[in-house]
């Protein structure tokens, strides 16, 4: 991961294995796909920005069977240690739904061309395509506070609607969501004190200047801040410093998280 300052908890269920189920193209960069199993029957559940490591497959010869069942330093150093023929890739994502009683969890992944491996695989749509996932938890704490405050780019978009989504519905502040294409935008089922800033980016725009643009241009905060900045590297860090330096938001109070590096 890029710059960031969550602290990952890991849970005791290990590497939970599930098939892609459902595969379609629900906008223009974004692939949504869901995952079902048995084993999710054990998903430790936290909503809001809930992540894991995915565990991709790259043959049909993939195994899942023999990763660590903590994604920690160690977990890492065993997984670099695995052949690379049978070995998945593993990169980060965020639960976007889950469903106990289906046993089944969505993943919303930005489709963002065909550098990297789960961008390119998701775009697929490989239904039947089995996958590891190990339970992160959560980056956002939410801190009791007069304003929440969330800030990301489309990789995002699952963290900051997921954190509307669970947040208790009496909080007031803004989101501000940074997506390539208004038909990027989601519906949101969030607190009716927290409206949603859908901010488009331009062709030749820096990815996140206009989400810190219009951050920037927000009104006063009149209290306490509680705070989640997350995306590409530089608006992560750069949400981050304008709410210390120019709102007075004290660092403990911002979680954020360099989702990527452009
Ligand atoms: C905690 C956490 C949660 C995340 N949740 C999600 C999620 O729910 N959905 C989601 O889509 N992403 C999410 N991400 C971001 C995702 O992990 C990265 O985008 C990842 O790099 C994608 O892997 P890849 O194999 O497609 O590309 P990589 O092999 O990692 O990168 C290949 C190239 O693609 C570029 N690239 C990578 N991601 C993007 C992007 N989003 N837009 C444009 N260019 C990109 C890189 O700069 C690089 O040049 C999350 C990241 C973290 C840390």
């Known amino acids: 991961m ?5 602290a990952v908890t890991h849970s005791e269920l290990g590497v939970v294995q599930a ?4 595969a379609r193209r629900i906008s223009p960069h974004f692939v949504r796909l869901t995952l079902s199993g048995e084993a999710l029957a054990g998903w430790r559940h936290l909503g809001f920005d809930q992540w894991f490591r995915l565990a991709v497959p790259t043959t049909d010869r993939t195994r899942f069977d023999n990763l660590a069942d903590t994604f920690d330093m160690g977990g890492y150093l065993r997984y670099l240690t695995l052949p690379k023929s049978t070995r998945p890739v593993i990169r980060n994502y965020t639960v976007r ?20 491996v789960a961008g390119p695989w998701a775009a697929s749509l490989p239904l039947g395509a089995t996958v590891g996932l190990i339970d992160q938890g959560c980056g956002y704490r939410h801190v009791e506070a007069d304003d929440v405050v969330l800030v990301g ?9 997921g954190i509307l989504r669970d947040l208790p519905r009496d ?3 803004h989101a501000v ?11 949101v089922d969030g607190p009716d004190g927290v409206p949603v800033h859908w901010v488009v980016r331009e062709p030749g725009d820096r990815v996140g200047a206009r989400a810190l643009e219009h ?7 009149t209290g306490t801040v509680s705070a989640f900045a997350a995306g590409e590297s530089k608006l992560a860090t750069g949400a981050r410093r304008h709410l210390v330096n120019e709102r007075g938001v004290p660092k403990a ?10």
């Open 2 to 6: 890029a710059s960031s300052n969550i």
């Open 19 to 22: 098939d892609v189920v459902e």
């Open 97 to 116: 739904e889950y469903r106990p009683e289906l046993r089944e969890l969505d993943i919303d992944f930005v489709v963002h061309g065909d550098d990297g």
């Open 153 to 161: 780019d489309e990789s995002a978009l699952p963290a900051v609607v």
């Open 171 to 173: 909080v007031r502040g």
């Open 177 to 187: 969501i940074e997506v390539p294409d208004l038909a990027d935008a989601q519906p």
């Open 215 to 221: 951050l920037r241009e927000l009104p006063p905060f």
């Open 253 to 262: 109070n911002i979680d954020f998280c360099g989702y990527w590096r452009a």
